[in-house]
């Protein structure tokens, strides 16, 4: 709801994009619109230069608070033409020009524009955060999803399979990483297999998509499909909503005459459309919201290891006991300190040889907060991920690990404790490099 409300016309009103030339444009219409105004009300003093409120000292203000100082200092300077304008006009004849008024605008226009210009990154700021907590979300929620229904199809087919759908998703991850070096839709054709054994697929295509437009080659086959049906109301209304569409949807209960049975898009956490499965034949038991459900979820776990798979590849080849998870969003903060300045921190605890302090590296382990993830070096090295986590954060945590060890361990701090901590904050370099480097420096 507030996403929507975020995004609506008035949103856009109020709080358009910095766009310089319709700053420009906004603040001359916004100038001569007050002259007019001012000249309509009373011929002797247009700009009420002499009333009991500088009324046109309202148009710089409002483009500051829109569009920042700039902005604002330009609208600033159209009033002062405007003065001079008039007075060659035959207005103001005798009225010394109002050098203190002028410069008290200006001085109250950049005021507000620096209001403007902090607030706008600010919210930008904070828009990031939430969209990547979102992300988080939905990820939890789709790793939920699969758990429950990979829970049910184990006790299902655990007496002929003698695999589960957890084994077949890692060999599927792998082999994605393993063939994802400049390729859309990587390992497409284990995948559809993959589909085949756990949906029950009979007769299905893969299609890459760019610049939501379906491509007419398709990248894996199962079974005799005919050529894509690029009319296909059921694919354009899947494309359109970024979800699975099937033909028991009401919508299609009667008017609908294409091909496909389920026309579902491959989109990673994000948002972005890098594929798109359509389903000529299956089984008619096999149209259940379950089995569409699972197929989904599988589309969606096999986007997020392919739109991570090169950076994250990287990771896994220097380091292979990293976790998967911590890789992939090792990779998403860092997009996401270039674009928005996010901070996040890497800590890394070295114990000693002693049994408390691999007591207290567990206690450590144990008391992460929802968004950390952690990654066990070794038996007396974790590594911990703090997404969101500035220095005053840091220095916060760093504040309740000495006092939790003051009152629990008697301990005043981690080095007391025989615990060696070493953290960096994400930059610029990649993350292979600063992960490198924060090993290096804490001696592992």
């Not at 070096?181 to 949906?199: F, H, K, M, S």
Request: aromatic share 10%; hydrophobic share 50%; charged share 20%.
């Amino acid at each position: 709801m507030l996403e929507k409300i975020g995004k609506g016309k008035l949103f856009a009103l109020f709080a358009p994009e910095a766009r310089a030339s319709w700053a420009i444009i906004e603040s001359i219409a916004l100038t001569l619109l007050a002259v007019a105004f001012g000249l309509f009300l009373t011929d002797s003093d247009p700009l009420a230069v002499t009333g009991q409120f500088r009324w046109f000292l309202m148009v710089p203000i409002l483009v500051a608070l829109r569009y920042g100082s700039l902005a604002g200092g330009f609208a600033m300077l159209c009033l002062l033409a405007s003065w001079f304008a008039l007075r060659a006009m035959g207005f103001y004849e005798g009225v010394a020009f109002p050098e203190a008024l002028m410069l008290g605008g200006l001085i109250l226009t950049l005021v507000c524009g620096e209001f403007a210009d902090m607030w706008r990154v600010r919210l930008m700021r904070a828009d990031s955060a939430a969209s990547y907590a979102l992300e988080r979300l939905q990820n939890l929620t789709q790793r939920y999803v699969l758990l429950r229904l990979s829970h049910d199809r184990l006790e299902e087919n655990l007496l002929v399979k003698p695999y589960t759908v957890r084994d077949a998703l890692a060999r599927l991850r792998d082999l994605t990483l393993d063939e994802s070096d400049n390729r859309t839709l990587p390992a497409a054709d284990d995948l559809i297999n993959l589909l085949a054994e756990y949906c029950q697929l009979q007769r299905a295509a893969i299609y890459p998509v760019a610049n939501d437009q379906v491509q007419d080659k398709a990248v894996a086959l199962l079974g005799e499909t005919k050529p894509l049906e690029q009319d296909n109301a059921l694919m354009a209304h899947a494309l359109e909503n970024n979800m699975l569409a099937h033909i028991q949807q009401h919508e299609y209960d009667e008017h609908y005459h294409g091909l496909y049975l389920v026309a579902a898009p491959i989109a990673n956490s994000t948002g972005e459309v890098i594929g798109m499965l359509v389903v000529e034949r299956l089984p008619f038991l096999s149209m259940n919201e379950e089995n569409l459900q699972l197929l989904s979820v599988l589309l969606n776990f096999y986007a997020d290891v392919a739109y991570n798979g090169e950076a994250v590849d990287a990771l896994l080849d220097t380091w292979p006991q990293m976790p998967f998870r911590m890789a992939s969003e090792l990779v998403a903060l860092a997009r996401l300190h270039g674009d928005a300045h996010v901070e996040t921190a890497l800590t890394v605890f070295v114990a000693d040889e002693s049994e408390q302090a691999g007591q207290i590296l567990d206690a450590l382990a144990r008391g992460m907060r929802s968004l950390d993830l952690a990654w066990w070096i070794n038996d007396r090295t974790l590594m911990i991920m703090m997404p969101m986590t500035g220095e005053s954060s840091l220095e916060g945590f760093v504040l309740r690990t000495e006092k939790w060890l003051q009152e629990d361990y008697a301990f005043m701090s981690l080095r007391q404790a025989g615990v060696q901590f070493f953290y960096r904050f994400l930059g610029e370099h990649p993350p292979q490099d600063q992960v490198k480097t924060l090993l290096e420096v804490s001696g592992v």
